[in-house]
């Protein structure tokens, strides 16, 4: 159920006659549709227009929405604390300088789990189709790394390290204040590169790594090999120079230099020469965060009194080691598809997000879900079944938690004597009647003392189709709730909600041609796969909306909506969304089918794609916030136990 706690099925099928207002709007709004036709992700540079200016003002007190979005996070708090390193042949079998690189990060980064990979555990962290596109094909080592940190960080986030990188400094000493936009690399390694790819720092949802890794897939769809060593790099620069919210992202970057790191180049003389007082002046003062070697040019062993040998006995080599996942206890995480016959697709999104920050930082992951859903590295339980005292915490995610359920309270019961953290969940107030906090402790988006965001909009992306529409018209989507009993008979507006959803949708089209396409988040109602939701919800031009998964679905994939609560008062709904720099939110009790219309034209503006970005950028912020608290919690419990 998540967002469900009632089946309805019934819909409202009643068409209002076409409303006079707003009709300069409306050709306005459908005008732009034609130039997306122009573009999801328009940025402010392309428009010269700044978010929550101008005039979108009077739009903004249209809805009544008078809380102002919060404020900026700091994206260095957004980074899962995971490194990346991959030696295909095996780490048993790296040179002695890539072991001693490994050894600097973990040695350096006590509070960060360090993944060593080898070909043989990618299919421990990435799904086979992941992969896909590059199945079979004979790719150079070099290139197949390319594909995989892409992968890596466009799944979980965290640090990608090259294993020829050593470690200086501690991550926590020099990284936070240079992530921005939820992105970090080392700039201009030469003047043909704008940036270079052996360390790179993502957070989850990252906009720059998504089109990245989106240009990547497309890039080895009808190829065999590389056109160029350098492909990735010529890629990155493509998408800067045709997409400007990736260049705005990327130019908002600080510049740290990529050549400084290559202080001990040329490395065929350099490494195996001894020491100079330069260099061991460099090694005290670590001036430099990391260091770029190379494994080519010593010999598998660094040999005496060389360079190479000094870094690695600064590196305390002890061997290839491995990473901080066993040291971690197991935890459970569960949601509203451990019930058969329930659960949306967002809360599928947010169990994603959870398991994968858990897995990344290295904790061992069950999850209890009803239906077969692979997830790399997490086992899948029953809960019913599986013995409560095998795990040193239980994670619930997403959804309302209301009293009465009995599937719910029969999972809160059964795992009452273990500590229980609700992530992303919703209260009802404490002197509603079906009131109900089960956890220990909670990071919810609603009715805490403390608001945490929704994680589900950083779950992995999949890849979707090119739109190829070209003369059809704008795609209008409808994704309505229907009934929701917890808030009472009387207070809950359903029916009208769809009348002015389907009315407006169908005064729009009929201005513009285009067609509607019916989205049901329900994952046992639509019939379809979750990647087969998201792809309906990323086809569209404008989603109107009565969830708040649906507003979210919109906004993961860079599309405009209009979010309708039709709870008396507001909810959900609006709560959630008003506040989150996105204008077009509204109340069915306190909203007509002229404002409705009004603000999906709005929407639909080329003036709106800068705010639709912001309010993603904040979204995603927030979930990554939201679950950097959830892992620190978890930690915290942890080393208490211990």
């Not at 339980?381 to 997403?398: K, M, S, Y």
Request: proline share 7%; charged share 25%; aromatic share 8%.
């Amino acid at each position: 159920m998540g967002e469900e706690v009632a089946d309805g099925d019934a819909r409202g099928r009643h068409r209002l006659d076409a409303v006079g207002k707003g009709r300069m709007l409306i050709r306005k709004g459908l005008a732009t549709v034609w130039h997306r036709l122009v573009g999801k992700g328009r940025s402010a540079t392309e428009t010269g227009t700044s978010p929550g200016r101008g005039r979108l003002d009077p739009l903004r007190h249209e809805a009544g929405i008078e809380k102002p979005p919060p404020a900026a996070m700091d994206d260095g708090a957004a980074l899962p604390r995971v490194v990346w390193m991959l030696w295909l042949q095996g780490w048993e079998r790296a040179p002695e300088l890539v072991r001693a690189c490994a050894e600097t990060w973990r040695r350096q980064n006590p509070g960060w789990t360090v993944r060593l990979l080898d070909r043989g555990r990618l299919g421990d962290f990435l799904p086979a189709d992941a992969l896909a596109h590059v199945a079979g094909k004979p790719l150079e080592p070099e290139a197949f790394s390319d594909v995989i940190r892409l992968e890596l960080l466009a799944r979980y986030g965290g640090v990608w390290v090259d294993a020829t990188v050593y470690c200086m400094r501690p991550l926590d000493t020099w990284l936070p204040e240079r992530i921005t936009a939820g992105f970090f690399a080392f700039a201009r390694p030469a003047a043909d590169r704008m940036l270079s790819s052996w360390f790179l720092a993502a957070a989850p949802g990252s906009d720059i790594v998504h089109r990245w890794q989106e240009a990547a897939r497309r890039y080895w769809e009808n190829r065999e090999s590389r056109d160029h060593y350098f492909w990735v790099h010529r890629l990155f620069a493509a998408c800067h120079a045709s997409d400007p919210r990736f260049r705005a992202s990327w130019d908002a970057v600080p510049t740290l230099s990529a050549v400084e790191p290559h202080r001990f180049q040329p490395y065929e003389t350099r490494l195996a020469a001894p020491p100079t007082a330069a260099d061991e002046a460099l090694l005290s003062a670590a001036d430099v965060p990391v260091l770029k070697l190379t494994h080519k040019r010593p010999p598998p062993e660094a040999p005496p009194r060389s360079l190479a040998r000094r870094l690695c006995d600064r590196a305390r080599v002890a061997g290839p080691g491995g990473d901080r996942a066993a040291q971690r206890p197991e935890v459970l995480v569960t949601w509203y598809g451990s019930f058969a016959g329930h659960g949306t697709i967002g809360d599928l999104l947010s169990l994603e997000s959870v398991v994968g920050r858990l897995v990344a930082e290295g904790w061992r992951v069950a999850h209890a879900s009803a239906a077969d859903i692979d997830m790399p590295s997490a086992i899948r339980v029953d809960h019913e079944q599986v013995d409560p005292g095998r795990f040193a915490a239980v994670v619930f995610t997403c959804g309302p938690v209301i009293a009465g359920h009995p599937q719910t309270e029969a999972l809160f019961a059964r795992f009452r004597g273990r500590p229980m953290l609700g992530v992303g969940v919703s209260l009802l107030a404490p002197d509603h009647e079906r009131h109900a906090d089960p956890f220990t402790a909670v990071l919810a988006r609603q009715g805490a003392a403390e608001r945490h965001e929704d994680v589900a909009i950083v779950a992995p992306l999949p890849m979707m189709p090119p739109a190829n529409r070209a003369g059809t018209g704008p795609v209008i989507g409808l994704a309505l709730r229907g009934p929701q009993a917890e808030y009472g008979e009387a207070n809950c507006l359903w029916e009208r909600t769809e009348e002015l959803a389907r009315a407006a949708a169908e005064h729009l089209l009929r201005r513009g041609g285009g067609r509607l396409e019916i989205i049901e988040n329900h994952l046992g109602r639509s019939e379809l796969t979750a990647r087969e939701i998201e792809a309906r919800y990323a086809a569209c031009d404008l989603v109107v909306t009565s969830r708040f998964h649906g507003g979210m679905l919109a906004l993961r994939h860079g599309v405009p909506f209009v979010a309708i609560d039709q709870i008396r008062g507001g909810a959900k709904v609006f709560p959630l969304l008003a506040g989150g720099g996105w204008p077009h939110v509204l109340r069915a009790d306190a909203a007509d089918e002229a404002a409705v219309v009004r603000a999906a034209a709005a929407a639909l503006a080329v003036e709106s794609r800068p705010l639709l970005a912001a309010a993603r950028d904040r979204a995603v912020r927030g979930a990554n916030v939201t679950l950097r608290a959830m892992t620190s919690w978890l930690a915290e419990r942890s080393a208490r136990a211990r």
